[in-house]
C-alpha cells in the first residue's frame, strides 16, 4: 500500500462526522486531536500550557475552544458549562501528560516531585496524570484514551502507574493499559507509548462493552516509503522552511561517519543512522537541536528537514508549524502521531461508542 496522509482541506471534512464529541487536554500542537479528527470526532474544546504550542494548534485547529490555563486550575464544571453540557454527556476525553520523568532516556526518579525545564517552561510535571484523573472523574465522559511512554511500567515508576491505575479505576471505570508501536498503525516510526483506555462502568454493565485497543497493521511503511513523493531540496543540508542549518556539528558529525547504516553510537547514545528502507526510531522533541546527538539521515549528515520530518510523523504536509526550527521539531517531537491517534479513535468509535449509542 502506498503511504499517504490526508490533507487539512480533507480532514476538515471529516471532522465532525461521526456525530461523536470530544475534549483534549495536554493538546500540544494537535497531534493526537488532528487523529480523532480524520476519525470523524468533533473535537469541542482543548487545553495546552506551552505558548509557542498553542499558536501551532490555533493555526491548524480554527473554531476549536483553546484555553491556556494551567490544568490544575481548570475544574469540569468549568469544561461543561463552557460547552453547554451534563456530566456524563460526553463521549470521549483524551490527554497526554507530560512524561519527561518517567522517559527511560532521562533521570527518571532524580526528577520525580522537582521543578524542571519543560519545553518553554518550567514546571513539575510528574503529577500532572493526577490531575488529568481528576477531570476524569468530574466529567464522566463515556470513554477515556491516556497516552505516555513505556517508562511508565517499567522499574520504580510502576508504583506511580499504580496509584495512576487506581485513582482512574475509583473514577468509575474499566481501565486497561497496553504498549502500542507506532509502526504497526500506520506511522513509518517505530515509536511505542503506553495507552490507557478506559469505559464507565455502567456502559460496561448495559451493553457488554470493554477497552479495545487497534490491531497491528499487516504492513510497515519505510522512511523511504515516507519520503518518496517528496521534491529534494535544492540545499539538503537547510531547512527549506526556516532557513536553517541543519548539518550535523564536528563532533557528531565525525561519529556520524564512523556509523554503518542501521548503527548507533557507543559514544553518542542517541545518536542513530536509520535504515532506509525500514521505519525509523523515535522522534525525540530535543531533536531539532543540530548539536545534539539525535536520530538523523539516512544517508546524508544532517537531521531531517520539516517537511521529512511532518512525513515520517505522518502529519499533513500542509500542517502549520510555528516558531523557530527547534521549536517546530519539538511540537512533532512531543505529538503522538496522527495515524496512530486514528487507528485507536478508530477502535474506540466502532467497538465501544457505536455500542452504546445504538
Known amino acids: ?84 453540557l451534563e456530566k456524563g454527556e460526553l463521549d470521549l476525553f483524551e490527554g497526554s501528560p507530560p512524561c519527561s520523568s518517567f522517559s527511560t532516556a532521562g533521570v527518571r526518579e532524580k526528577a520525580w516531585g522537582k521543578v524542571k525545564k519543560y519545553s518553554d517552561s518550567e514546571q513539575q510535571a510528574d503529577d500532572l496524570f493526577f490531575e488529568y484523573s481528576r477531570l476524569v472523574e468530574g466529567l464522566q465522559p463515556k470513554v477515556f484514551i491516556a497516552e ?45 507509548r503506553l495507552i490507557l483506555i478506559g469505559v464507565r462502568n455502567d456502559l460496561v454493565e448495559k451493553f457488554g462493552v470493554k477497552p479495545e485497543f487497534p490491531k497491528p497493521f499487516t504492513y510497515r511503511y519505510s522512511y523511504n516509503d515516507a519520503v518518496a513523493t517528496l521534491d529534494k531540496p535544492e540545499d539538503p543540508f537547510i531547512d527549506p522552511e526556516t532557513g536553517y542549518s541543519i548539518a550535523l556539528g564536528n563532533a557528531v558529525g565525525k561519529e556520524w561517519e564512523n556509523l554503518k547504516e542501521g548503527g548507533q553510537s557507543e559514544k553518542y547514545f542517541q545518536l542513530v543512522k536509520p535504515y532506509a528502507y525500514k521505519p525509523i526510531g523515535t522522534i525525540t522533541a530535543s531533536g531539532g537541536n543540530v548539536g545534539l546527538a539525535s536520530i538523523t539521515h539516512p544517508y546524508e549528515k544532517r537531521k531531517f528537514n520539516l517537511k521529512e520530518l511532518r512525513r515520517v510523523s505522518s502529519f499533513p504536509d500542509d500542517f502549520e508549524l510555528t516558531g523557530t526550527f527547534a521549536q517546530r521539531w519539538e511540537r512533532i517531537g512531543r505529538s503522538v502521531p496522527p495515524l496512530m491517534a486514528k487507528a485507536i479513535a478508530e477502535t474506540i468509535r466502532d467497538s465501544i461508542l457505536r455500542k452504546v449509542t445504538m
Not at 506551552?50 to 486550575?73: F, K, M
Not at 502500542?180 to 511505542?192: K, N
Open 1 to 84: 500500500m502506498t503511504y499517504s496522509v490526508p490533507s487539512m482541506a480533507e480532514i476538515a471534512k471529516v471532522k465532525g462526522s461521526n456525530g461523536f464529541t470530544m475534549v483534549s487536554t495536554f493538546s500540544g500542537c494537535g497531534g493526537s486531536c488532528l487523529g480523532f479528527e480524520m476519525a470523524g470526532f468533533n473535537l469541542l474544546w482543548a487545553n495546552e500550557f506551552i505558548a509557542e504550542a498553542r499558536n501551532t494548534y490555533r493555526a491548524n485547529h480554527p473554531g476549536v475552544i483553546l484555553t491556556e490555563d494551567d490544568i490544575r486550575q481548570i475544574t469540569a464544571e468549568e469544561i461543561l458549562k463552557t460547552l453547554g
Open 148 to 192: 505516555n511512554v513505556t517508562g511508565l511500567v517499567k522499574g520504580k515508576a510502576i508504583g506511580y502507574f499504580k496509584l495512576i491505575l487506581k485513582e482512574l479505576k475509583a473514577a468509575g471505570y474499566t481501565v486497561e493499559a497496553k504498549i502500542l508501536d507506532a509502526s504497526y498503525l500506520g506511522v513509518p516510526q517505530a515509536r511505542q
